[in-house]
């Protein structure tokens, strides 16, 4: 998954493949037995088929049903049968439960197939304790085993919530091919199998449309209803439809398993269907997307499996709502146990770049891979040196960065200081650092001036397939999405924003607003050098954040915040909230797309690519300022440390401090291309509180700060501004203020300042640059 430019095309195709074959080699996997199995298995009998299954049915229920409810969300239940309950959500049904259980079991070299609504000697009980409903079923199989069933209902810690705790038993041991502990049928019975959206997180980000298609993904691998465990990112579930979603999230275990179908194809209840089966996944034990295993597991006799689950529900107009109850809920795991010490990890990005195959002298390769990603030039490997050489603490070091640094930038041409990079994160700081502001200002006008020329005239972004090379819109429902849109919006405010140029800055919110298209839509189409235009993308999150929160610093349109904060919510299910393994890398890794390249391989479901996410923690972080009670701060610093635990250790010469473009979450298996230190150490600046690059909008005066470092204490009242920048520079740097009408007074240090010799006014462009020293407060006046 690598942003690269069109003459590498085929090189990274080749190499995409390669990637693929070693994510497949087969891995010392250690199959995590549950308590209540055997630790192998009995194969099932080729042949084993299905049932015919009994579509559930609206519950009749009396006066004074009995119910349970938290905030929007009831669950009603009828009193004479088991899993017979309606959910409803603001007073409009929702979903059923099943109401028809089948358990099928091994006996005889056979799978049996024992209907519990039609079982022997069965007792069903429904009965309130005060805000607790319990409903129990006791019943005979035809071979004599007694079965035990109870489910509890009780409000959650939160509004909308209900947890769930169902427990089951059997008095003699059974082979098990299908139990289901529970399942759910939103819309049967209500608003059937169309949607608004739905989710299953690592695995479907779905509008209108339905689960294990093929629009992303060919063959076998599309096919998810039952999936490896291993992808799931985290625990949830969720169908919206009619402002209003219903959710299923639970508590994982290596005998559970995750059913998802939207629409249900699998039971034919009319609806959708999420539930949760034993036995278990892992990837070997079944066939992807079937409801039977390869092996039975034992249940012993008297021995219980118990499930805990919660069910949520709440008015929506997307399933993101449920993402937020979900994190609210569970909360955010731990930061992974990656070292934050800054001294070891200035030691493992400076051998990155100074002592891995990722340099050539002063050339800088974006990846290591072969003969694919040729060296060249790249200023933004030169600032990250010298923000290294200013945090470590090893002179010899700080030396070695510095004459690296200083080489790397000798022959870039100073208009292109801030565009010659080698990183997937990039800040129009390098000319901050070393000079020539107005050049690189003036190159990015003429940057934003050509971006124009990719939109139509309703704002829009177009996809087109390259002469030759696959279509990747073939798949998808239109030939435009939010993420393809985005990045150039992106890109167009921020060049707006560093040149100053009106026009543009116009342009740029103009188009911005045009992206209303995509409202409460699904994150999709940022990587279509290899990915199909309708794959859901955690990049299209990334850079729809950072579009719309630029938008909303440079205009103050709340809406603007409002959009930033809904298209952050969106990149959560690609990044894992749970530890998928019981090994120390899992934690906040981040599957790229839903999808697959070329539509087949390599499969990024389960194959954590980082940089992707360290794109999206990048635009978290610039969010942060401005809605600081979201999770956004402790989602980007457990991105930035997954990245670091994942880059190759100092004990491999050649791969040392580089990000692997992949990594293999059983076998904690890095692979290749190995990719340059910049795009975690974006990221690490924030995580250590040093940010190598800082922007604020004064909207009121309608000026724009650009600076190497923190920009502090912004304020401004008409006709004055002023602020103090906290740098990481020890030796004189530069600010770049635009927007100016004239010039202004300028006060440094308290200390009046001429526009002359070291400080330049560029009355045409209305751009202030000003040379600094320290942490130099600043006051401007006009």
Known sequence: MRNIPPYEAVGHLLLCGAASLVALLPASVVRAAAPATAAEGTPLPAGAALPQWSKPTAPRLPPGARSVRSGDLELLHAPEAFGAFVLRVAGQPMALGLDRPMIGYLSGGEVRWFDLANAAHKQVLVRQREDVLVVTLAADDPEGGRWEFEQQFKPGSIPGALDLTGTIKVNHDRLLAFLPLFALFPGAGTFGPTKGQALFAGLEYLDNEPSSSEADLLGPASKRQVPDSLKITFPLMAVQSGQRYVALTWEPQPWLSALFDSPDRLFGSGGHVMGLLFPGSDGKNRQEGSLLPRLAERLPANQPLVLRATLLGGLAKSVVPAVEQYVALRGLPPLPDAPRDLQRYVALAAGGWLDSKIREGNLFRHAVAGGSFNPGHAADAALWMDW??????????????????????????????????????????????????????????????????????????????????????????????????????????????????????????????????????????????????????????????????????????????????????????????????????????????????????????????????????????????????????????????????????????????????????????????????????????????????????????????????????????????????????KRPYFVLVNGLARQPQIAINGSKVDVSGQHQFLEQDGRLILQLEGPAPVELTF
Not at 463 to 480: M, R, V
């Open 388 to 729: 290294l050489a200013g945090q470590t603490r090893q002179p010899d070091l700080a030396a070695r960065l510095r004459d690296t640094a200083r080489s790397a930038l000798a022959p870039i041409a100073p208009p292109s200081l801030n565009s010659a990079a080698v990183g997937h994160v990039r800040y129009p700081a390098v000319s901050l650092v070393y000079g020539h502001v107005a050049e690189t200002a003036s190159a990015a006008a003429q940057a934003g001036r050509d971006l124009l020329a990719r939109f139509q005239a309703d704002g829009s972004v177009r996809y087109q397939a390259q002469p030759g090379g696959p279509d990747y819109a073939k798949t998808h429902f239109a030939n435009e999405a939010s993420g393809l849109t985005a990045r150039l919006v992106m890109d167009l405010l921020e060049a707006a924003a560093f040149s100053g140029d009106r026009q543009l800055l116009d342009a740029g919110l103009h188009h911005l607003r045009a992206m209303d298209r995509f409202r409460q839509g699904v994150p999709r189409g940022a990587q279509t050098w290899e990915c199909p235009l309708h794959t859901p993308d955690i990049l299209a999150s990334a850079h729809l954040v950072r579009a719309y929160t630029l938008g909303y610093e440079l205009s103050g349109d709340p809406d603007f915040l409002e959009q930033a904060r809904y298209w952050a919510w969106t990149g959560v299910p690609f990044v894992y909230l749970v530890n998928p393994t019981s090994q120390p890398i899992g934690p906040y890794a981040s599957v790229p797309v839903f999808g697959a390249t070329q539509w087949q391989a390599p499969v990024w479901l389960g194959l954590p690519v980082q940089w992707c996410a360290l794109v999206y923690a990048d635009a978290l972080y610039r969010l942060v300022r401005h809605d600081p009670k979201g999770p956004w701060r402790q989602l980007a610093d457990g991105i930035t440390l997954s990245g670091i635990q994942q880059t190759w250790p100092p004990s491999d010469a050649a791969l040392q401090g580089l990000l692997p473009d992949s990594f293999v979450l059983r076998a904690q298996h890095r692979n290749g291309p190995a990719i340059n230190p910049a795009t975690v150490q974006a990221c690490a600046s924030h995580l250590f509180n040093l940010p190598a690059y800082d922007f604020w909008s004064f909207r009121q005066n309608g000026l724009r700060l650009h600076a190497p470092g923190e920009i502090r204490h912004p304020r401004e009242k008409p006709g004055q501004v002023s602020f103090e920048i906290q740098t990481w520079l």
